[in-house]
């Protein structure tokens, strides 16, 4: 098996039709729910897509917000394997696929469309399968463990910013700055964008983690209301669902977009459509260390204790993303 520190050719390794895989029948708490499958059944490669042997996978909010049955209308199926996000190596390619090949270390956000169609295969998983198009070269200077952690959180992030007609020389105040999303929307504004000033809320104990990052303005929501201040922004990127307060916080003719439920109007809301291209576009940025993964300190966490990792992600207390590692 290909692991971070393994040369292991990948041409050499038999395909497998079955795979090891953490699963969920019924809806509910992590804790509850999720059973390891010794033997999941891995579907039949389609033309446009790729197999993937998985070294490192991360978790995110929409994965239990998922098993929680938030999506139930627009995601039915049972029961499925979770995960969104995988980094890992190529082992099979539909012969409609010419961007990658066998061997190839690749990384995505593995579900195109954020909260419907998603695969009952997902990444938590030994192997799983993508489309090509939601694939991308895995940035050479990137372990794994950091590839892992970026797609969906940076897809986001960077949606986000163009949908509000983001550009040099505008200010910014995110909400929820260090959360995966916030951190990387803070440094798109910075390095990718050239943002004139970057505000952020956060706890009272990330403050210094949101200064390190870039901030010019931490604001401690705990002490101090946004909409309070005299400073007005140019767009609001609201990742905690504040679209009421980011209203009072906008400058006239700036926008605000909002990923967290109730986004409303006057706000953008949106829901990612994962694209590979995204992360190829700023794979220079990645190699260059303008753009950083951020790890939560528990990253990696191994595949065996996947339940303590959901359940530390819904506490809200991670800084940065959580990785699973090795897998398995």
């Known amino acids: 098996m290909a692991t971070e520190a393994s040369s292991t050719d990948p041409t050499n390794i038999t395909i497998p039709s079955h795979t090891k895989a953490w699963f969920y029948s019924q809806h509910g708490k992590p804790l509850d729910i999720l059973k390891l499958h010794p033997n999941w059944p891995i579907p039949q490669l389609k033309h446009d897509q790729l197999l993937i042997k998985v070294v490192a996978a991360s978790i995110n909010p929409v994965d239990y917000k998922r098993m929680h049955a938030l999506f139930k209308d627009s995601d039915p199926h049972l029961p499925i394997v979770p995960g969104f996000d995988v980094a890992g190596i190529v082992i099979k390619v539909g012969s409609e696929v010419v961007r990658f090949k066998v061997g190839d270390e690749v990384y995505g956000d593995i579900n195109e469309e954020g909260l419907s169609n998603l695969k009952s295969l997902g990444t938590l998983s030994e192997y799983?399968?993508?489309?090509?198009?939601?694939?991308?070269?895995?940035?050479?200077?990137?372990?794994?463990?950091?590839?892992?952690?970026?797609?969906?959180?940076?897809?986001?992030?960077?949606?986000?910013?163009?949908?509000?007609?983001?550009?040099?020389?505008k200010s910014i105040l995110v909400l929820g700055g260090a959360g995966g999303v916030g951190s990387f929307a803070i440094q798109l504004a910075k390095h990718v964008y050239g943002a004139s000033k970057i505000a952020a809320t956060s706890s009272t104990g990330k403050l210094q983690f949101l200064r390190n990052?870039?901030?010019?303005?931490?604001?401690?929501?705990?002490?101090e209301n946004f909409e309070d201040l005299p400073e007005k922004f140019d767009v609001i990127y609201d990742a905690?669902?504040?679209?009421?307060?980011?209203?009072?916080?906008?400058?006239?003719?700036?926008?605000?977009?909002?990923?967290?439920?109730?986004?409303?109007?006057?706000?953008?809301?949106?829901?990612?459509?994962?694209?590979?291209?995204i992360l190829e576009k700023l794979r220079p940025y990645f190699e260059s260390g303008q753009l950083k993964p951020v790890l939560d300190p528990k990253t990696p966490v191994p595949f065996s204790d996947v339940i303590e990792a959901f359940s530390y992600l819904e506490t809200s207390r991670a800084v940065g993303k959580i990785v699973i590692y090795p897998i398995p």
């Open 128 to 169: 799983t399968i993508a489309e090509e198009r939601l694939l991308a070269h895995k940035p050479k200077n990137l372990s794994f463990i950091e590839a892992a952690s970026v797609p969906l959180a940076m897809e986001t992030a960077y949606e986000g910013l163009e949908r509000a007609d983001f550009s040099a020389g």
């Open 240 to 277: 905690v669902g504040q679209v009421d307060r980011a209203v009072k916080a906008i400058k006239e003719g700036g926008k605000i977009v909002s990923i967290a439920p109730p986004g409303f109007p006057p706000a953008i809301f949106f829901v990612l459509t994962s694209k590979g291209s």
């Open 213 to 223: 990052l870039g901030v010019d303005l931490p604001i401690d929501y705990t002490k």
